[in-house]
Antibody, heavy 123, light 106 residues
């Protein structure tokens, strides 16, 4: 059974970079049919897709975040990561790592979710 | 960006009743629409993909329908564990989610 686990700091200062890692177990990160990505949810609010990456390098980002975000995949460590630069309080959210499937190019559904990691942006 | 509008925002029903949730998209997404269930303190769970296909392990009381811009999630007879927030999501053009419908106990 595929499992995803987020890790990283729970508190980030404004203007700094938010960095999270997701460790994949129980499945292959080199799957041709999967993308690996991130979805966030501000406390008490809805869901927002951040970005996704295929192990081969194909990448897609939310247009509203594309100039601040990088998603990378490390097949040797079966991990993928998120970097979000120049954060503000508006970036405070639960960050879910995700396996995305049923894809047409990089447009997918979220088939597996991590448990989520709360990241607070505050000085 | 394709905007998804879910209605109603809150649905108050009793166990055993039928729930009908709506998702409308700002432009056609063909059948590229999914539904998720989220319980408090948990990650969402995929219920339905491509408008009408149940994901693995999802009970038959959950069904999806629609195409183009209008979609429906139906729960035929609510079980106690079905009271949760439901989100729709399109994959026709990147990924966007609706604002959610909360199904609460009446």
């Amino acid at each position: 059974q595929l499992q995803l686990q987020e890790s990283g700091p729970g508190l980030v200062k404004p203007s700094e970079t938010l960095s999270l890692t997701c460790t994949v177990s129980g499945g292959s990160i080199s799957s041709d049919t999967s993308y690996w990505g991130w979805v966030r949810q501000p406390p008490g609010k809805g869901l927002e897709w951040i970005g996704s990456r295929h192990y081969s390098g194909s990448t897609a980002y939310n247009p509203s975040l594309t100039n601040r975000v990088t998603v990378s995949v490390d097949t040797s460590k079966t991990q993928f990561s998120l970097k979000l630069r120049f954060v503000t309080a508006a970036d405070t959210a639960i960050y879910y790592c995700a396996r995305l499937g049923y894809c047409s190019s990089a447009s997918c559904y979220v088939s597996n979710w991590g448990q989520g990691a709360l990241v607070t942006v505050s000085s | 960006e394709i905007v998804l509008t879910q209605s109603p925002a809150t649905l108050s029903l009793s166990p055993g009743e039928r729930a009908t949730l709506s998702c409308r998209t700002s432009q056609s997404v063909d059948s590229y629409l999914a539904w998720y269930q989220q319980k408090p303190g948990q990650a969402p769970r995929l219920l339905i993909y491509d408008a009408s296909n149940r994901a693995t392990g999802i009970p038959a009381r959950f069904s999806g329908s629609g195409s183009g811009t209008d979609f429906t999630l139906t729960i035929s007879s609510l079980e106690p564990e079905d009271f949760a927030v439901y989100y729709c999501q399109q994959r026709s053009n990147w990924l966007t989610f609706g604002g959610g419908t909360k199904v609460e106990i009446k």
